[in-house]
């Protein structure tokens, strides 16, 4: 009798011991989760910041090709109203370059 409430004793003590066990794996995986979470929203949040800067850049990027290609724009303008026949005499190289660049390719 004695050696049975013994061996009841030794059950109960592992079984103690298990449960304790699978409760600190528990806390253990609840903790890294926890951190895990954490990681991620760090991360996330550092992508969407780099996303914005970089969104910030490209439209400030994009401004300034709009203002520089708004004044060649104008500059071209006044300059052919200034200088007609330059103008015209560079249109008609430019033509008679791509001309020959074409029949130059068509022969080879």
């Known amino acids: 009798m004695a050696n049975t409430?013994?061996?009841n004793a030794s059950l109960q003590s592992m079984e103690a011991e298990i449960e304790s066990l699978?409760?600190?794996l528990e806390n253990l995986k609840d903790d890294a989760?926890?951190?895990s979470r954490r990681t991620l929203k760090t991360l996330k949040s550092n992508a969407e910041n780099a996303l914005k800067h970089s969104r910030?850049?490209?439209a400030d990027a994009y401004e300034e090709v709009k203002v520089k290609t708004r004044e060649t724009g104008i500059a071209t303008r006044d300059y052919a109203q200034e200088h007609p026949w330059t103008t015209a005499g560079v249109a008609v190289g430019a033509l008679g370059l791509l001309a020959a660049y074409l029949l130059f390719k068509r022969g080879h």
């Open 5 to 7: 409430s013994l061996r």
């Open 22 to 24: 699978l409760k600190s």
């Open 33 to 35: 989760s926890d951190e």
């Open 56 to 58: 910030h850049l490209l």
